[in-house]
RNA sequence: UGUCGGGUCGUCUAAUGGCAGGACAACGCCCUUUGGAGGCGUCUGUAGAGGUUCGAAUCCUCUCCCGACAGCCA
């Protein structure tokens, strides 16, 4: 069991623009707070009673000193601090000035209410940090009614104590604050919830800091928190991530405190092997090169069987129109093929999915360029997919689409958002890959998509996993690729 | 040269004094009407040096390397 709790000790940061979307995000992973929705501004006027009994203690106290002040008197990494002048007021004069910091007789800035625990403290975090500061600003939940507001320091042990937690989980940053947690737990005597850190997640190929994502979103060098080259819930979510995907990642990477940097191939892997057994399959043409089977009747249209999905037979079979004019994806048919390339060249055969088997007998190719722009094939009218002679075996099996009845669609294409696996230092957006998207504007896909939704996945048969796009219309298909196939041939080719 | 934390295959992560295992990656083979999926196999690791012990990744000592921390941010 979670809450799920925004710590909204600041109000100059632009919170309120986030609240609603890391709901939905967290959501979407799968995960239900019920009516455990909770601000660390609910507990304002508590936090502001701590702070009184610390005061009576003489365990915390108003301090005049200025920022830069503060900042000398803490001293160093490696050199004590020095006490404030301010450290030693009366009880009585702490709780008058902390009571008109409240009803705001000063200046923003110009008094803090500091805890008293020890300048000369190795962790910094100890030496008398701020609890309480002047900020004339309006709070999204509380509106104006405050003038001094906690810091997170102060707030966040507290607030979890107040809601009885027994196990704070946070990221290992904080670690060195845990003793400051303690210190406040302990001096107030109340319910001390245990907390754990663990190691924040690295990714290779993309950066995850907060800051520089906003910087890649105010920039525009991406098309907002949601652009699927990111690495946000958001983005993830758009590019084609399911949650499932993503909660086998978290599963699979495990939980620990060392500062690891895990390979991107790894969350791919996840995504394909959920997509594997769920998405239905189809028929995609990216790049179309036009076939005409000569021998095929003018006119005459075949509607073949295809299996939704051979992973899952529960997921039932399709009709998929074949004609005389269909297309191929351009990169199957090579006018001088390599060795073991297992697809169409001139005078070879090959399979077309779910149909017959088709010949090459001639290469039309732009008078100009050189470029060949139409194939001429035979089919050979006893290979019908399931048919008794379509065991003939012939090396290779390419997708198509027959070109009468094929819906146009847009394609992106998105690869690594950087081009090397660790984009940091200073020159990091250099090393903004300039290839992250492409998109193609002249796709073909099979018929059955006509009626895809966003965020429908489907797998392209020998491409990939495509997520339909929100900016997709009904006749204006765009989908977004998330993850290629495993791509042996590839590899063969390269090497 | 302060305090805290961390070092196990290329990358993550198990093994809590008893056979260093799994996943991803890579490579090879089999199978395949997706060069997908699947199957089989190979490769590679306890930061270093001492010590305790029948036995150490694990306990002790020293050394080395990496990270976090000097916001009235979270």
């Excluded at 009516?35 to 009184?52: M, N, P, T, V, W």
């Excluded at 008398?128 to 966040?156: E, F, K, N």
């Excluded at 001088?336 to 070879?348: D, H």
């Excluded at 039309?364 to 194939?375: A, I, Y």
């Amino acid at each position: 069991m979670c809450n799920l709790r925004f710590d909204d000790t600041n109000p100059s940061k632009e919170e309120v623009e986030y609240v609603e979307s890391i709901q939905q995000d967290v959501r979407w992973l799968g995960f239900d707070w019920d009516d455990r929705l909770f601000y660390a501004s609910d507990y304002f006027e508590k936090l502001y009673g701590f702070a009184i009994r610390l005061i009576q203690k003489g365990k915390a106290y108003v301090c005049d000193l200025s920022a830069d002040e503060i900042r000398q008197y803490r001293g160093t990494l490696t050199e004590p601090g020095k006490e404030s002048p301010y450290r030693n007021r009366t009880v009585e004069e702490n709780l008058d000035l902390f009571q008109r910091m409240r009803s705001g007789e000063f200046p923003d800035g110009s008094r803090t209410l500091r805890a008293k625990i020890d300048m000369a403290s190795p962790n910094l975090n100890l030496r008398d940090p701020v609890m309480y500061r002047i900020l004339r600003s309006t709070h999204h939940r509380t509106g104006d009614s405050w003038c001094i507001y906690p810091t997170y320091d102060w707030a966040h042990g507290q607030s979890d104590s107040i809601e009885g937690i027994t196990h704070s989980i946070c990221t290992l940053e904080f670690e060195i604050h845990r003793p400051l947690y303690d210190w406040f737990l302990n001096a107030l005597e109340i319910h001390h919830p245990r907390q754990i850190e663990f190691a924040r997640l690295n990714l290779t190929y993309t950066v995850m800091s907060k800051r520089k994502l906003l910087e890649l979103v105010e920039e525009q060098r991406v098309n907002g928190w949601d652009d699927p080259r990111m690495p946000t819930i958001s983005g993830l979510r758009r590019r084609g991530y399911t949650p499932e995907s993503i909660r086998l990642f978290a599963d699979r990477i495990g939980v620990s405190k060392n500062e690891s940097m895990i390979d991107v191939a790894l969350l791919e892997d996840c995504l394909r092997s959920d997509l594997n057994k769920r998405a239905a399959r189809a028929m995609a043409v990216l790049h179309p090169l036009r076939v005409i089977i000569e021998n095929y009747p003018d006119g005459s249209v075949e509607d073949l069987e295809a299996v939704n999905n051979p992973e899952d037979p529960a997921m039932g079979v399709r009709k998929v129109p074949f004609s005389k004019v269909i297309y191929i994806e351009h990169d199957d048919f090579r006018e001088n093929p390599p060795k073991k390339y297992f697809r169409l060249s001139p005078g070879m055969e090959v399979r077309l999915r779910y149909a017959y088997i088709i010949k090459c007998v001639d290469v039309v190719k732009d008078e100009k360029s050189g470029e060949v722009v139409e194939l001429r094939c035979t089919y050979d009218p006893e290979t019908k997919s399931g048919s008794s002679q379509s065991g003939r075996k012939v090396k290779g099996t390419i997708h198509w689409v027959s070109a009468m009845h094929a819906i146009d669609a847009e394609v992106r294409l998105y690869d690594r958002l950087f081009s090397v696996e660790d984009p940091n230092g200073d020159d990091w957006k250099e090393c903004i890959n300039p290839h992250s998207v492409e998109i193609l504007r002249k796709c073909k896909v099979e018929p059955s998509l006509a009626a895809a939704k966003p965020q429908d996945r489907f797998q392209f048969e020998r491409l990939g996993y495509f997520c339909v796009d929100n900016d997709s219309k009904t006749n204006a298909l765009v989908v977004n690729r998330a993850v290629t196939l495993r791509d042996t041939w590839s590899k063969i080719e390269k090497a």
